[in-house]
């Protein structure tokens, strides 16, 4: 099943018929254009590439040009392949109508980026109160991160300070609580990697 390309909008909240709060993520998704379809007898594996989103003809290379041209297809923003076989035709839209209510997704998003933290922000470590073995006087600091004379190096994977976020982070399993075919929305529940109108990528 092929997913779809759009945007993160905002989150909320909705009440379930049991009167439950639910927090939930509002995705505007599609529709989408069917820009190349690849076989596994041509290309070695079967997939399809989508664009989404149009934009202004002299911000496109020439060669993304003639390739969309073979779509029929204006010129477009953001453009991903999904792993699928399923009959579609070159140049198809496809749109919020191939999810149902109560489905299952797995949206990919880039998380919003943190910059340049310590471990306490970007590990979790505990710091003040609860100080890690060998920090003295500095609560915030990493503490000790070496061995002995063997290994006599720090281990790969060590958890210390450096850029935070800014990553692509896959959510699983959100369930999909409302759909707005006319205004090509989806609303699901739980929270989106991604700041607010940020490129996501959905998927059954």
């Known amino acids: 099943?092929?997913?779809?390309?759009?945007?993160?909008?905002?989150?909320?909240?909705?009440?379930?018929?049991?009167g439950k709060n639910i927090p939930c993520t509002i995705l505007q998704v599609g529709p989408c254009k069917v820009t190349q379809i690849k076989s596994s007898e041509k290309d070695g594996y079967d997939a399809l590439q989508l664009g989404y989103l149009e934009q202004k003809e002299n911000r496109v290379s020439k060669a993304l040009k003639g390739h969309l041209k073979k779509a029929k297809s204006v010129p477009l923003k953001?453009?991903?392949?999904?792993?699928?076989?399923?009959?579609?035709?070159?140049?198809?839209d496809l749109n919020v109508e191939i999810f149902e209510v109560g489905d299952y997704v797995t949206v990919s998003g880039t998380s919003k980026?943190?910059?340049f933290q310590g471990v306490v922000?970007?590990?979790?470590?505990?710091?003040?109160?609860?100080?890690?073995?060998?920090?003295?006087?500095?609560?915030?600091?990493?503490?000790?991160?070496?061995?002995?004379?063997?290994?006599?190096r720090v281990f790969k994977g060590m958890r210390m300070a450096g850029q935070t976020g800014n990553a692509k982070v896959k959510i699983e399993n959100?369930?999909?609580?409302?759909?707005?075919?006319?205004?090509?929305?989806?609303?699901?529940?739980?929270?989106?990697?991604?700041?607010?109108?940020?490129?996501?990528?959905?998927?059954?």
């Open 1 to 18: 099943m092929p997913g779809l390309i759009g945007k993160k909008i905002a989150m909320t909240s909705i009440f379930s018929e049991t």
């Open 121 to 152: 922000k970007r590990h979790n470590f505990r710091g003040v109160g609860d100080a890690t073995h060998g920090q003295h006087n500095r609560m915030r600091a990493p503490g000790s991160i070496g061995a002995a004379s063997y290994p006599a």
């Open 78 to 92: 953001k453009m991903v392949e999904f792993p699928a076989d399923i009959d579609v035709e070159l140049g198809q």
């Open 174 to 204: 959100l369930e999909v609580l409302k759909i707005m075919s006319d205004k090509n929305i989806i609303v699901v529940k739980g929270s989106v990697p991604g700041a607010r109108n940020s490129y996501i990528t959905i998927e059954k």
């Open 113 to 115: 980026g943190k910059g």
